[in-house]
Each structure stands twice: as structure tokens, then as C-alpha cells.
């Protein structure tokens, strides 16, 4: 397996209606029984037009992320324009990666492609029917991955030349550390289990939606495992990695979050909170103090990986991992010996063992499944770039860092400190250069 370089997205509004509108989410197709948008050009970007039509498309995914976040709702027009100056930058990034001569090939859409389809748990022929009920054929969303791939792969190429980490900052980093005081948290990691409101509801059917997430807040209070309940019940686009938000600092967080779990330790959960999306119920995953990471959890896993070739293709090697599941949870095979005969991986040796892992260690698509695995549990087949695995979580474990290891941490946070401003300073100098007429106001 080989390690996966994570990186925080920048904070600012405009970054975030771009990774909004980077991967297809269930939501609702664009104006159904509506009137249908009117088409007409409202930007040209280096004599590449922008249209209405496509501006209110992804304005209708991104009031949806808004609205399930729980986030203060701007005005359509002022979101109409945000979203306008989102589609300005993306088109020309996508202008100076093929200058560059940055192509993308099929098998990394193929493998995009699974990915959002396992995020929303189905298999790719549903998500492209679902995609098609969206209005949308499989082509064009095939070439939207496109495009998120070619910005991303742009994106490092231009950023990792320009972010260097001095040992001097690192020194500073530490000190500046050290004076936090440790009254608020620096980060938080919060979980939802949305159940969504329709607009114009009824009195009985907010009274329903109430009762349901009463229902789900009993369940979680008694013990019901959070992340199961968020993929079973919840209605965010986030339910399929377990309703689980992510580590990010308070004001990337709506304010109604943070006041609904300002006084909760670790493990909280809140009683429904009422947004303009529906209730949110909220479980606090982690909360971190000004500081230095002091200690990191581990996980213990082992998995057997089957590569896929001209001979063996996804849908042979997930029967071939499945079946092994079911002989593992039946007693009537060895995890171990399975991997020893079948693993197409340099782990194959020692019976698929990959030994302990930090966090980011794999690719994400792996770490994802393994971080939602309970001791002793085993995957269902999943699908990375190397092929398809199964995976079996040993055991967890609070692995106290070492100051060595705790400079390595101060560094990557210091890096991911100065790629956020220099991505945000890229950016910048990307649209000052673009030549941009802005036409008529979306509608």
C-alpha cells in the first residue's frame, strides 16, 4: 500500500463551492416540474463562454449543501454570483492545465467514478441512472471528474514548488504553541445525522421529522453505534462516511453547531437542532486543544488485494473477495492463510498484516472503510487504485508521539498552513491574468 498525502482545503467561501460541486451527491434534479432556466452566455473566460444553464445548475447542488450544513443561506443573487466567480476560476484552471499539456486517463475516471458511487453507497449502473433522473448523461458527468482531476493535479504541480518548511518555523510553530491558551478549542470534529425538512412544510410533517430525530437521539444516547445510524437514517450528503464532518477549525463550522456544542466533551451528543435544512442531531467526534498533537490513534488491519487485469475484472474479484468473507465469518477459512494464498500485495507474506497505521497512511479510499470497521470487523469488497480489497480491522490503539514525531507534526501543519495562503495567492494570480467579460447577470 503505498501512503496518500492529505491535504486540508482552504477555508474561503469560493473554495468551498467548488468542492461542493466537485462530486455528484443525491440531491435533487435542477428544476423539476419548474420552469425551466432560460440559456444565454453570462461570462466569457478567455474566450471560453460560461452559460446561465450552467450557473444555476450548480447553484441548485450548492444551496443544497448549505442548506444540509446548516449554514446561513445567502440571497440567490448573491449566491447566483458566488457561484458565477466559482465557474470563472475552475474554467481557468482547466485553461492553463491543458496548456500545460496535464491529461487524465480513462482508468482514473473509472476509479473517481467508483468512488462516488461507494460514498453514496450504490454500484456505478445506479449511480448513473440516478445521475440521468438529474438530468445529467453519463458523459457529462464522466467529464466533470475529468475536470476535478486535471484542477487537482494542476494544483500540485503549481503548489509543491512553492511551499518550503524551515526548521526556523517549525521552532516558531512550537513556541507559538506552547503560549495557546487552552480555552477554546482550535479544532473540531462533529458528526450530523440530518433528517430533513421539506421547505413549506406542513405542522404534522415537521412534527413527524421531530419525532424520527428524537427517536435517532434516544438510539445514539443508548449506545447505537453514530456513524451506523448517520448511514441508515441520515439525510445529509455526508451519511455515507458515517454523517462524520471532519477535523477543521470552529468558523469553518456553522454558528449554530458551535453553540449546539460549546459545553460537550468528546463523545456528546445534542438533543435535534432545528436548521433551515431539518433537524440535526450532533455527536462531538473530537475536540482539540491550542498545542501539538501529543498522541495520534493507530489502527492494526490486515487485507487481501486482488489487482485487476485483462483476466480478472471488478465484478470477478469482488464474487472472489466475497466469497471469502463468507467462509472467514462461517469458521470455515482463515483470514490469514487466505491472504497468504490469494493477496496479490507484498503482504501477502505475513497473511495480509499491514501492521500499525496512522491516520493518512493510506490511500483515502482505503483508510475511509478501515476508520468505519469495528475490531475484529470485515469489509465488504471495496475499490482502491490498486485493485479491489478486502479489509479486516485487528484492533485500535492511542499511540503517545515522541518528540521527534511531534516536530514531524508541527511541520505538516505548518505546511498546511502556507499551502492554504499560497493555494489562496495562486488563485489570486490565476484570475488576474485570465481576460474575463462579465455579460449578463445569471438568472
Given amino acids: 500500500m503505498q501512503q496518500s498525502k492529505r ?67 445567502p440571497t440567490q443573487a448573491e449566491l447566483s454570483r458566488q457561484v458565477l466567480e466559482s ?45 440521468a433522473l438529474d438530468g445529467m448523461t453519463s458523459t457529462q458527468f464522466r467529464n466533470d471528474l475529468r475536470d476535478q482531476i486535471l484542477m487537482s ?3 500540485d504541480r503549481e503548489l509543491d514548488s512553492r511551499v518550503r518548511v524551515s526548521d526556523a518555523e517549525v521552532e516558531q510553530y512550537l513556541r507559538e504553541q506552547t503560549d495557546v491558551a487552552p480555552a477554546a478549542p482550535t479544532e473540531i470534529n462533529l458528526a450530523q445525522v440530518l433528517v430533513a425538512v421539506p421547505e413549506n412544510a406542513t405542522p404534522q410533517q415537521v412534527a413527524e421529522r421531530l419525532a424520527r430525530a428524537q427517536d435517532v437521539e434516544k438510539r445514539a444516547r443508548a449506545g447505537e453505534d453514530f456513524a451506523a445510524l448517520a448511514r441508515s437514517f441520515s439525510d445529509g450528503t455526508d451519511a455515507a462516511a458515517g454523517g462524520e464532518m471532519g477535523l477543521r477549525s470552529p468558523d ?46 493507530q489502527q492494526h ?6 489487482r485487476l487485469d485483462a483476466q480478472q475484472t471488478e465484478a470477478n474479484a469482488r464474487e472472489r473477495l466475497a466469497t471469502m468473507r463468507r467462509r472467514i465469518e462461517a469458521g470455515q477459512a482463515d483470514f490469514a492463510a487466505l491472504a497468504q494464498a490469494s493477496s496479490q500485495d507484498g503482504s501477502a507474506a505475513q497473511g495480509g498484516d499491514l501492521g500499525w497505521s496512522n491516520p493518512g497512511q493510506f490511500v483515502p479510499e482505503f483508510e475511509e472503510v ?29 499511540y503517545q508521539l515522541n518528540p521527534r514525531e511531534q516536530r514531524e507534526v508541527a511541520r505538516n501543519m505548518v505546511r498546511e498552513r502556507k499551502m492554504d495562503e499560497a493555494y489562496r495567492s495562486w488563485l489570486q494570480e490565476l484570475r488576474g491574468r485570465a481576460y474575463v467579460e462579465l455579460r449578463q447577470a445569471p438568472q
Fill in 7 to 73: 491535504r486540508t482545503a482552504p477555508a474561503s467561501f469560493l473554495t468551498a463551492l467548488a468542492l461542493a460541486a466537485a462530486c455528484w451527491t443525491a440531491v435533487p434534479a435542477l428544476a423539476q416540474g419548474g420552469a425551466r432556466a432560460s440559456d444565454f452566455i453570462v461570462a466569457v473566460v478567455n474566450s471560453e463562454p460560461i452559460t446561465n444553464l450552467e450557473v444555476q445548475r450548480r447553484t441548485v447542488r450548492v444551496a443544497q449543501q448549505l442548506r444540509q450544513q446548516g449554514g446561513r443561506m
Fill in 87 to 131: 465557474l470563472v476560476i475552475e474554467r481557468a484552471q482547466l485553461q492553463q492545465a491543458r496548456e500545460m499539456g496535464l491529461k487524465v486517463d480513462e482508468a482514473a475516471i473509472n476509479l473517481a467514478e467508483q468512488n462516488v458511487a461507494r460514498q453514496n453507497q450504490i454500484d456505478v449502473a445506479e449511480l448513473r441512472r440516478r445521475i
Fill in 153 to 155: 493535479r494542476l494544483r
Fill in 252 to 297: 469553518r463550522y456553522p454558528e449554530l453547531f458551535l453553540q449546539a456544542t460549546a459545553q460537550l466533551a468528546a463523545g456528546g451528543i445534542t438533543a435535534p437542532v432545528r436548521s433551515g435544512a431539518g433537524f440535526h442531531i450532533l455527536k462531538v467526534i473530537d475536540k482539540r486543544q491550542g498545542g501539538v498533537l501529543q498522541s495520534i490513534t
Fill in 301 to 306: 488491519a490486515r487485507h487481501i488485494l486482488l
Fill in 370 to 398: 478501515l476508520d468505519a470497521l469495528r475490531p475484529g470487523e470485515i469489509s465488504e469488497p471495496i475499490v482502491s487504485r490498486f485493485g479491489v480489497h478486502l479489509i479486516q480491522l485487528l484492533e485500535r490503539r492511542q
